[in-house]
């Protein structure tokens, strides 16, 4: 198993060098040192991931800084080290460049460097730079590598912030009903007993509280089976595919296919446009693809491409492609521009599925404010009802 070998070195100058070489043995290692002419001082094995750890914003951004500075014909360890000498030396992008900048004076090249860094960027974008350094249009590569990034992070934040309001309100009157269950109810209960006749509101709400307090433990038990199982499965892969298929073909198709699939043409059209073979190209975006069906369906259009139909056609195929990105799919066939006006394609199928999201949340805050808020109702009411009932009674005796 290759592994990864951090060493101090000395060049024929005797000067320092430090970075990072791939090897199975220390062996192997040494015997690539030299290769690189430099003397071993010292050699250890690093932990996994050849670099600091980056959030995607940070990570966006270095890609970013990175392809501006190519792009304005500054040479690739030239741009390493001005990121890496600036003036917050401590920032990660700049920690991010140092490590990169040992890898390449290891002998790798700028894909397996940024491949190695400890942040989920796929296989997809390592191609993409790796085809940007073979064209000759590294700058451009890296700037749609840090521009998918952008993108994948804003959609995930603006998912989030969709949802997070809805979910506050679901915990909160949760949390109120809690209140009630454990609190409030109980105390009504030395006033209720030897009490046959009591309303239907209040005795089902002494009856949910006394079963709650007595079974507490047991549910809170059973809950955290059911969502250790239900975890197992999504990893072993039992649920994620019905999920997913919910998700994609079930009430939420019209924004989860956006997403997904304007996702995957994204990376497709940059691929595409970095002189990656098409059907490589849809491979690489499968493998990095946030679905496993959508993977699955893309794979099918990549093995129909091979054999040379039409890639317009051969997307056509796959169920819940968007209609949008098959006919600028054919549009770019035919003009030529198929990369360009499948990346654009893309953000767009994107950015109207995140409208959609929005315009979902806008009307699910205020109608789970109205369903639950009516259901706090009930039960003060039914609570009120039984308190009122018994006054009634007491009064009457």
Known sequence: MTRAWRYLALDAQGRRRRGVVEAE???????????????????????????????????????????????????????????????????????????????????????????RLPRPSGASLAALVAAGEASGALGQALTHGADSQAEELDAMETLVGALSYPLFILLMTSATIMVI??????????????????????????????????????????????????????????????????????????????????????????LVSAKVPVSDALKLSAAGASMRLVADRLLVAADAIRTGVAVSQAIAQCRGMPARLVRLASVGEETGRLGSMLARGGRLERQASLRRLKRAAQWLGPAMIVLLGALIGLIFAGLMTGVTSLGGGDGAV
């Open 25 to 115: 043995t220390q062996a192997a290692a040494l015997a690539r040192l030299g290769r690189l002419r430099l003397t071993a001082v010292r050699l250890t094995a690093e932990k996994t991931g050849g670099g600091p750890r980056l959030s995607k914003r940070h990570f966006a951004e270095f890609l970013h800084d990175l392809g501006a500075l190519v792009s304005a014909g500054v040479p690739v360890r030239g741009a390493l080290g001005v990121l890496a000498s600036g003036e917050k030396r401590s920032t990660p992008v700049s920690r991010a460049a140092k490590a990169i900048e040992d890898q390449l004076s290891a002998g790798q090249s700028l894909a397996e460097a940024i491949a």
């Open 181 to 270: 269950l454990f609190f409030v109810a109980p105390s009504l209960e030395p006033l209720v007993q030897g009490n046959e006749r009591l309303p239907l509101g209040l005795n089902v709400l002494l009856e949910s509280s006394q079963a709650l307090r007595s079974r507490g433990g047991l549910l809170a038990v059973s809950v955290a089976g059911v969502a250790c199982a239900l975890m197992v499965s999504w990893r072993l892969g039992w649920l994620r595919r019905p999920v997913e298929g919910w998700l994609l073909d079930g009430p939420t198709a019209s924004i989860s296919r956006g997403l997904a699939f304007g996702a995957a043409m994204t990376t497709f059209g940059g």
